[in-house]
């Protein structure tokens, strides 16, 4: 039972600006609800559409069929390859079966397929910096033959790795990196490899940037962060570790659900954000849970306004 409201303790809530979803994010989401409207249920989406579990129980509730590889789908059926990006095994196969298929490839993360084909036909050697199994490392990794690419997670596998010709390397990243780690990772690479070719633009995307940036911000001036997100969502554990840099005690969370109280004892400042794949709505039922203990006094912090977005694949606009 909630306290009356003059027993409530008050509780200022920073709001992190920009928060949840980004332009890659929204456009796969659009394209599955445009693909069930146009082509009726069932249709099928390779691997979760994004990382997020509300949105993919949505979908699922809309008529989406949720499997992880292309031999789980009828070939009569339209499908959808995720945001993260697939090898370039998926589409041929597809193509074979004289499938529908749509691809929801964030155009940021195609940005990154396009630059590693580049360095590959230069006979560049290619570092791709990201964590291994993440399925956008799995999808840029098999753009190009097996052996192509060498994964590097770690400063010490910039240290360690061993290049077959030390001056013709190149260097791409995953897009949903700590922007502070990955920086540290490609300093120890050009320590080693001054000549290293790197991205013509940075490969972390402005999405995760900026809610970086927006994180820092709020936890130098929180107590406890609260990121609203899913745990295989990259983007939001990265969120998470932000603040714990910036000097907040940082958790991630599904949802309001997922709140402990506890966490909140004798705080009187919170930061919430949320991640690329978290809807607004999950920040917003935070906010009302918080209100039942406290009285809750909400301030956002603007680091940045986005204003990109990204067109749907004709067939669908």
């Known amino acids: 039972m909630s306290p009356p409201p003059a027993a409530r303790p008050p509780l200022t809530v920073l709001l992190a600006t920009p928060r949840g979803f980004c332009a890659g994010v929204d456009r796969a989401i659009q394209i599955v609800e445009r693909a069930i409207g146009k082509y009726g249920a069932p249709v099928y989406v390779r691997h979760e559409i994004v990382h997020n579990r509300h949105v993919v129980e949505r979908l699922k509730a809309l008529g989406a069929v949720f499997v992880e590889e292309l031999d789980e789908c009828p070939a009569d059926r339209p499908v959808v390859f995720s945001a993260h990006g697939v090898p370039k095994a998926v589409p041929a196969e597809a193509r074979q079966r004289k499938m529908l298929y749509l691809d929801a490839t964030c155009p940021l993360v195609s940005k990154v397929h396009v630059e590693a084909g580049r360095h590959f036909d230069a006979g560049r050697e290619i570092v791709l910096i990201g964590h291994a199994g993440h399925p956008e490392v799995v999808g840029t990794m098999g753009q190009l033959p097996e052996g192509a690419v060498a994964l590097i997670e770690t400063v010490e596998d910039a240290r360690t790795f061993a290049p077959r010709d030390p001056a013709n390397v190149a260097f791409v990243t995953q897009t949903t990196l700590s922007v502070d780690d990955t ?40 107590e406890v962060l609260l990121v609203l997100g899913s ?61 039942e203990r406290f009285a809750v006094s909400v301030e956002e912090i603007d680091a940045e306004r986005e204003t990109v977005s990204f067109k749907l694949p004709r067939v669908l606009a």
């Open 183 to 222: 920086a540290e990772i490609v300093a120890a690479l050009r320590a080693r490899f001054p000549d290293i070719a790197a991205p013509h633009k940075e490969d972390i995307c402005y999405a995760t940037t900026n809610r970086q940036e927006a994180v820092k911000q709020v936890a130098a001036k929180s």
């Open 231 to 291: 745990a295989n969502s990259s983007n939001s554990v990265r969120l998470a570790e932000v603040g714990r840099r910036a000097g907040a005690r940082a958790y991630l969370i599904d949802d309001a659900g997922g709140l402990d109280l506890s966490w909140l004892a004798g705080v009187g400042v919170v930061g919430v954000t949320a991640g690329a794949s978290a809807p607004e709505v999950l920040v917003q039922g935070v906010i009302d849970r918080l209100a």
